[in-house]
């Protein structure tokens, strides 16, 4: 059975950073890609950014791009979500995704077989 964790979430103050992580379980990181979005109240769920497990090129979506670094730790089935310069906007529960056997980064939602339960990040002024 696929899992996928997510953990890292919390409250900081806007400017301040905070690190995600997505442990998948299930099956072993191969190629594949593993993804991060996010959905705040009333609004639809946001790609923010995704990663190839084989050649760990990655993709941002222009909201994000400058503050926040994908990255995976092979070894450990492991994918993070490193986040900086925080702003309120960033406000929103937070998934991690897999597309197994996928050599196409993309931040649309219906590319990704799993998915996480959520973390929420709250970034308050």
């Known amino acids: 059975e696929v899992q996928l964790v997510e953990s890292g979430g919390g409250l900081v103050q806007a400017g301040g950073s905070l690190r995600l992580s997505c442990a998948v379980s299930?099956?072993?990181?191969?190629?594949?890609?593993i993804g991060w979005f996010r959905q705040a109240p009333g609004k639809e769920r946001e790609g923010v950014s995704c990663?190839?497990?084989?050649?760990?090129?990655?993709y941002y979506a222009d909201s994000v791009k400058g503050r926040f670094t994908i990255s995976t730790d092979n070894a450990k089935n492991t994918a993070y979500l490193k986040m900086w310069g925080l702003k309120p906007e960033d406000t929103a529960v937070y998934y991690c995704a897999a597309a197994r056997g996928s050599r196409v980064k993309s931040l649309r939602p219906h590319r990704y077989d799993y998915w996480g339960q959520g973390t929420q990040v709250t970034v308050s002024l």
């Open positions: 299930g099956f072993t990181f191969d190629d594949d890609v």
């Open positions: 990663i190839s497990t084989s050649d760990h090129s990655t």
